[in-house]
């Protein structure tokens, strides 16, 4: 490490305690990865502040001396994002973890970072209020609208961008903002620009997100899931399509191939049909739940879906769904000692039948393996790519195909990401989505909100 | 969300003002088994009982939200709720159980403050009442209860005569959420409300809290270079 961090170390100590700094090898090693295929790129420092209040003091003590900031909530994400491409200073905010300001009657919560999505619904579980976004793992909440998170129900309850209020967030300089006015948490409003959406998947490169406060849901009186197999791709997802047309409120459409299927199969010793499969799940009342459930089956049947196999109470939801949360663990079990990497296009619904055919041709043509998991609701599905990272040859073919799959989704329409976010690998993607004029203006918001590009350098733009 | 334990100044025992209190997980199971009972129509009515000072009759309308008919908040406050153990509980719950001719008695096997896993057995050694305690599994067979009990070498399957008390484990189903509509529902239905003296019970212990410590902070660990290096630090600091 170079000279001036004899200055700035005991500078960063005397705000956030001397525990509350490390340059410890293996504490900077854990902050510089993710869950995704990028590799490890350590920061220089890693910092604990317990308040808003020292995150804007660390801030300012970056911002002077020209540090980059990245921050980090759980270290989940899938795209890179944490990764300290120029060094610098990671803060890490997993010490701010009070829920706050819960207000049961108007379904707001304000939360820190520190705070994750299963902690949070623990946190509300007397209430009858949770908040559903779910994007699998068990994320920061203030990290997933860094990402502008998703996930399996978002086809009913939205995504972060639906959900967040309102933000606190610290800007390269230390100053602290309130994206909708302190403290402030209408369900709508028209005042100004949207700040609170600008930061709802910026993904640390405008701020650092201190506060989110977040729109609850009543928990559901009752859920019901159901197992329909099809005879083809086109089916599952004619299927879908027309569900959602009849305007069922279905809570969770999730489509799996045959690859999946087969893979998951073998993981948890199950024996669903190995062919193109919808896990569905509907909340409700107990009539409104007889009547979505009618209703869906029978337009499952008229795309020649099996019989539905069923599950009511928690326990048997949990083992049906069990299948679907294994996805990726069973992909991998597919080929032991293999890395993972997960492909995130989404296309208008209508187009979703053509690219996953497309898509799968594309992959047996060129010998990859890639189980298909899919949030078919939103028109978003994922590859879970299974790689041997020691394979050259593979590691390019796979790399190829991303693109190749990303930019069909382009030419239908759709984004590169749905959910995972730029991060490190999806720039390029991202300027062909934009066209060069939308990246020109994000490109002056960033410039304007951070001059010296110290935070999370590297990422999206 | 993480709250830290702290412990008062005085080192008399942890601080509990302003932390937020919910149902016990254990008990959730056991309140979770009791509504699903009633619900396949084995049992007639369902009673959630709490002693404690004025804040735990939220977690008897927690316990309504999730389907039990009606509560009672046995009131213990102060120096008495302090000094409150497993066994001034299960005379409460013993006098109770005879009061309401309770043909079944269900806890969670231990409270994750205070990891006694005592107050189910006591209870039923009280009420001579048979056990069926760690429960993973319960069948009510007519005027029998089949109980499948986690223990460490494996499962024991045991038949024993209701009255009876039982003690939730983990695996015993998985409790539900209560949802808004019942917990507007939960609102009208009744919370008695009485002391332990009422019950002819009387509060003393016999277990005085001597002091409570923070366990020690972790030092750093250090490095040493050779395998000798390791054998004389262990040595110099008497380990071996």
Not at chain 1, 276 to 302: C, D, N, R, Y
Not at chain 2, 214 to 219: F, N, S
Request: charged share 25%.
């Amino acid at each position: 490490m170079s000279g001036g961090w004899e200055r700035v170390i005991p500078a960063f100590r005397s705000v956030c305690g001397e525990d509350g700094v490390s340059l410890g090898e293996a504490v900077r090693e854990q902050h510089g990865r993710d869950e995704s295929v990028h590799r490890c790129r350590p920061p220089d420092v890693v910092v604990w502040p317990r308040s808003v209040e020292e995150v804007s003091a660390l801030a300012k003590i970056c911002h002077h001396h020209h540090l980059p900031i990245i921050p980090f909530g759980t270290g989940t994400g899938l795209e890179g994002g944490v990764g300290a491409l120029k060094g610098g200073v990671c803060f890490s905010l997993r010490n701010m973890d009070r829920v706050l300001d819960l207000h049961q009657e108007d379904f707001d919560v304000s939360v820190e970072p520190g705070v994750t999505r299963k902690g949070l619904n623990s946190y509300l579980r007397d209430t009858g209020l949770w908040f559903p976004v779910d994007p699998g793992a068990d994320a920061s909440l203030c990290g997933m609208a860094a990402t502008s998170a998703s996930g399996t129900n978002a086809v009913r309850y939205g995504t972060m961008r639906e959900n967040v209020l309102n933000l606190e967030v610290v800007l390269a300089d230390g100053s602290i903002i309130h994206t909708a006015g302190r403290g402030r948490r209408p369900r709508k409003t028209s005042a100004g620009y949207n700040l609170t959406n600008l930061f709802v998947g910026s993904e640390g490169t405008l701020g650092v997100i201190t506060k989110t406060t977040l729109r609850l849901y009543g928990v559901p009186e009752a859920m019901v899931s159901a197992v329909c197999t099809f005879p083809s791709v086109q089916a599952a997802v004619d299927s879908t399509v027309q569900v959602l047309q009849t305007g069922v409120p279905i809570a969770r459409i999730e489509f799996l191939d045959d690859v999946m299927i087969d893979a998951c199969n073998r993981f948890n010793l199950l024996s669903y049909p190995v062919a193109p499969t919808l896990f569905l799940e509907f909340h409700g009342t107990e009539k409104s739940l007889e009547e979505q459930v009618t209703v869906t089956e029978e337009i499952t049947q008229a795309n020649g879906g099996s019989d539905f196999s069923w599950a009511r109470d928690a326990e048997t939801r949990g083992r049906l769904w069990k299948a679907r949360h294994d996805a990726w663990y069973a992909a991998l079990a597919l080929r032991p000692g293999c890395k993972a990497y997960s492909t995130d296009v989404c296309v208008p619904l209508s187009r979703l039948p053509q690219i996953i055919v497309e898509t799968k041709e594309d992959l047996m043509l060129n010998r990859l393996t890639g189980p298909i998991a899919g949030h078919v609701g939103d028109g978003n599905f994922h590859c879970i790519m299974v790689m041997d990272p020691n394979d050259q040859d593979e590691v390019i073919r796979v790399h190829e195909f991303t693109e190749r799959l990303a930019r069909r989704a382009l030419a239908l329409d759709g984004t590169c990401t749905g959910e995972h976010g730029v991060g490190l690998g999806k720039r390029a993607l991202l300027r062909e989505e934009m066209g060069p004029l939308a990246i020109e203006v994000m490109q002056g918001l960033k410039t304007t909100l951070d001059p010296k590009n110290l935070m999370n350098p590297g990422k999206v733009l | 969300e993480n709250t830290k334990i702290r412990v008062k100044p005085d080192h008399s025992g942890v601080v509990t003002d302003g932390v937020k209190h919910s149902m016990n997980p254990f008990c959730e199971i056991a309140v979770e088994e009791a509504v699903k009972l009633k619900e396949k129509k084995l049992i007639k009515e369902v009673v959630a009982v709490s002693c404690g000072p004025t804040q735990v009759t939220e977690t008897i309308r927690t316990a309504l939200a999730m389907g039990c008919d009606r509560g009672i908040h046995v009131e213990v406050s102060g120096k008495d709720y302090e000094a409150m153990g497993p066994l001034q509980i299960s005379k409460i719950f013993a006098a109770l159980a005879k009061k309401e001719e309770a043909s079944l008695i269900i806890l969670g096997k231990q409270a994750i403050d205070d990891d006694c896993n005592q107050t189910g057995q006591m209870t039923a050694a009280l009420l001579d009442w048979p056990q069926g305690t760690f429960a993973s599994e319960v069948t009510i067979d007519g005027e029998k209860v089949k109980v499948v009990r986690e223990i460490d070498g494996g499962l024991e399957t045991i038949k024993i005569s209701m009255p009876a008390v039982l003690t939730a484990d983990l695996r015993l189903n998985t409790p539900r959420y209560a949802t808004l509509p019942n917990i507007m529902k939960a609102k009208k239905k009744k919370i008695a409300n009485m002391k332990p003296a009422d019950l002819g019970v009387d509060m003393v212990s016999r277990v005085e809290v001597l002091r409570v410590d923070e366990p020690p902070t972790r030092l750093a660990g250090v490095k040493v270079e050779t395998v000798d290096d390791l054998v004389a630090k262990l040595r110099a600091n008497g380990t071996i």
